[in-house]
């Protein structure tokens, strides 16, 4: 790729969930499947998600944002990404309440610091054609699914729902005692999920808090995933096992998730930025500490 053509980005992460911003608005480039997999596989680039912002396709947004994960597939939604923008933007303009557009929706972010940024993430869909399922479902609280010997399965009854992505929560009594590295690519891909889901573990550990890790489809195994404590969130207070508040626990951190009355989900939670970047198509050169 020529000088003139090398894209800047920013190395970021949300509770250790890997992100890189890269803003196209000033052109029209658009990166394929094999430009997102070299970019992911470049040290000094690598990413859970890549954020890439184009020229904005809404009025009162400030762009249309591409998510992509490692494996070069697209993903309608990611929270500790949107945190991550919503701060890159406030750093261009000063402004502390933007808009942005994704596939799945339009997303409002609110920054009072580095480390409480908020995103709406809109309304959770329940059905099962919403999420989607391959089949009917009458109560997404608990589907017909499972892993292990039929009369004693090591997981089983996940709860669906789809917070821009599909998800699929195991409510469990201690996430860490699950081989998650082994279940989650057979869950990922499970032929009840069409358009493959996020697998989570889940512990309630009171009213108000949740200790959670994350498959994420496309990527592993990931320190934090956004949506996933959105998604878990909302599974848990629709179940009546936690109130409409909750403080969600990664292994990278605690994100603050609210259902508001208004049915919607505000999630609250900080970022990092580690450096800036040049991708010049084979290669990437790291632009400052």
């Known amino acids: 790729m020529p000088a003139s053509q090398s894209v800047p980005f920013k190395k970021m992460n949300g509770l250790g969930n890997e992100i890189v911003v890269m803003d196209l608005r000033a052109g029209q480039r658009t990166l394929t499947p094999s430009d997102v997999r070299s970019i992911a596989a470049a040290p000094g680039s690598h990413f859970d998600q890549l954020m890439v912002l184009h020229a904005p396709r809404t009025a009162g947004t400030a762009a249309f944002v591409r998510i992509y994960n490692v494996d070069g597939s697209e993903s309608s939604a990611c929270g500790n990404g949107t945190r991550c923008i919503g701060w890159t ?33 809109g309304r959770p869909r329940f059905g099962w054609d919403e999420i989607p399922l391959a089949e009917p479902f009458h109560d997404t609280r608990a589907i017909e699914l499972q892993i292990g010997p039929i009369d004693k399965p090591a997981l089983h009854s996940p709860s669906v729902v789809n917070v821009g992505n599909p998800h699929a929560i195991f409510w469990v009594d201690d996430v860490d005692a699950y081989d998650l590295g082994r279940f989650g690519p057979m869950l990922e891909n499970h032929p009840i999920f069409p358009e493959r889901a996020n697998i989570s573990l889940a ?27 959105c998604a878990t969130a909302v599974a848990a207070m629709r179940k009546g096992l936690t109130d409409r508040k909750v403080t969600v626990t990664l292994p990278g951190g605690p994100l603050v998730i609210a259902w508001t009355p208004e049915d919607r989900i505000l999630m609250t939670g900080p970022v990092e930025v580690e450096h800036d970047g040049i991708w010049a198509g084979d290669t990437v050169a790291r632009a400052s500490a």
Do not use: Y
């Not at 550990?205 to 200790?211: E, G, S, Y």
């Not at 195994?221 to 956004?226: F, S, V």
């Open 89 to 121: 933007e406030f750093q261009r303009t000063g402004q502390r309440q933007m808009r942005f557009e994704t596939k799945a929706s339009l997303l409002d972010v609110t920054v009072e610091d580095i480390d409480h940024i908020t995103v709406d993430m």
């Open 203 to 229: 512990h309630v550990t009171a009213r108000d808090a949740i200790t959670l890790r994350v498959w994420e489809r496309g990527t592993g195994l990931t320190k934090a995933c956004g949506t996933a404590a």
